[in-house]
């Protein structure tokens, strides 16, 4: 059973940084990649920013700039570092974890860490 647990959401004044961690159960090279969504309410979950499993990394445009994704595999952890924080960054982010087998994708998830920036 694969467990993720994020960490570090909270509220965060416009401009401000926060530093976003998810651990895994197991090892995470089992994993073909690892990445962030969030969803603001009334909205759909978006992608934010993924790594794969050979540290190729990618981020939607509206955090290109900002936020950085990277693993720490000898931890079983992904990070999420966001700067320059906007109020539309506002959201419930969740952890993700993608494991393919033959014909089969396999999608894991954390429970979720809310992001809170004012202005």
């Known amino acids: 059973q694969v467990q993720l647990v994020e960490s570090g959401g909270g509220l965060v004044q416009l401009g401000g940084s926060l530093r976003l961690s998810c651990a895994a159960s197991?090892?995470?090279?089992?994993?073909?990649?690892m990445g962030w969504y969030r969803q603001a309410p009334g909205k759909q979950r978006e992608l934010v920013a993924v790594?794969?499993?050979?540290?190729?990394?990618d981020c939607a445009d509206s955090v290109k700039g900002r936020f950085t994704i990277s693993r720490d595999n000898a931890k079983n952890t992904v990070s999420l570092q966001m700067n320059l924080l906007k109020p539309e960054d506002t959201a419930v982010y969740y952890c993700?974890?993608?494991?393919?087998?033959?014909?089969?994708?396999?999608?894991?998830w954390g429970q979720g860490t809310q992001v809170t920036v004012s202005s």
């Open positions: 790594i794969s499993s050979g540290g190729t990394t």
């Open positions: 197991g090892s995470i090279f089992r994993f073909n990649a």
């Open positions: 993700n974890a993608v494991e393919r087998r033959p014909g089969v994708r396999y999608d894991y």
